[in-house]
């Protein structure tokens, strides 16, 4: 922006341009450009307010209505999904946008995992996807910025071929998200008490009917792949961090 020059009004009360412009106006409309809430305003960021507010309302419900908080958390889901549309459609991808949606992603789903903790014995599996979901995805976005991508999806130069796969495919990448979910959702569903046996519950759904043993084995194959990603995710996230290490000490 062209520097304006400043002189004493005429008037002495206050100053303008050379052009006659009130440096305050000019003032006013720069602050008002540049509004710190600006990008938390926009349109596609209120599906991911929404988003919020739908899993404050459904754990709050959880064990007193179990079948609406699974729809509830369902939507949400579905909002996660409508959230990248949204954003590419109005051309308000941001980065602001990126990471609440993935800390509301992070964050209900560590939610619906201490649940089942409590529904489930042993509770200490659902407490250990807990914990290699945060550590994963945290260690893969600091190792994204530390080795300078832009995005955590990017593992072009990465060489297992699974993870590639997953992070290449959007629709593999979603089957394997919402067969995560939806077991989560399905075992909270099918739980009776709070001192149930997983594999009892999951052996005993499969028994009942084939179309509930396919759509099981289909929702375990799927979450089965996503913990796998999860797991090379760490591992090789925590080797860029190392390695980052390894090289800022060999620097003269």
């Known amino acids: 922006m062209k520097a304006e020059a400043f002189s004493p009004d005429s008037s002495g009360k206050g100053l303008h341009t050379a052009n006659g412009s009130n440096p305050e106006k000019i003032v006013h409309s720069s602050v008002v450009s540049i509004h710190p809430l600006g990008p938390c305003l926009r349109k596609n960021m209120y599906n991911g307010y929404i988003r919020i507010l739908l899993n404050c309302v459904a754990f709050a419900i959880c064990f007193s209505e179990k079948k609406l ?33 993935m800390v509301t ?94 594999k009892d519950v999951l052996m005993d759904a499969a028994r009942e009917s084939l179309l509930q043993c396919v759509l099981l084995a289909l929702l375990l194959f799927g979450w089965a792949i996503k913990q796998s990603v999860n797991f090379i995710q760490m591992k090789t996230a925590a ?14």
Not at 82 to 101: E, H, M, P
Not at 122 to 141: E, R
């Open 105 to 198: 992603d992070r964050i209900s789903t560590a939610c619906l995992l201490v649940i089942l903790s409590q529904v489930y014995r042993p509770g200490l599996v659902f407490l250990s996807l807990l914990a290699l979901d945060i550590a994963s995805h945290w260690l893969q976005m600091y190792s994204t910025f530390l080795v300078g991508k832009a995005s955590h999806k990017d593992v072009k130069d990465n060489t297992n071929w699974l993870f590639k796969a997953y992070y290449g495919n959007k629709m593999f990448m979603c089957y394997c998200c919402a067969s995560c979910e939806a077991l989560y959702i399905t075992l909270f569903l099918l739980a009776k008490n709070q001192t149930e046996n997983m």
């Open 239 to 252: 080797d860029l961090c190392v390695l980052y290490d390894i090289n800022k000490k060999q620097k003269p």
């Open 69 to 101: 908080f699974s729809l509830l958390y369902f939507i949400s889901f579905v909002c996660d999904a409508l959230d990248g549309w949204f954003a590419r459609k109005f051309n308000q991808v941001s980065t602001f946008g990126a990471v609440l949606d």
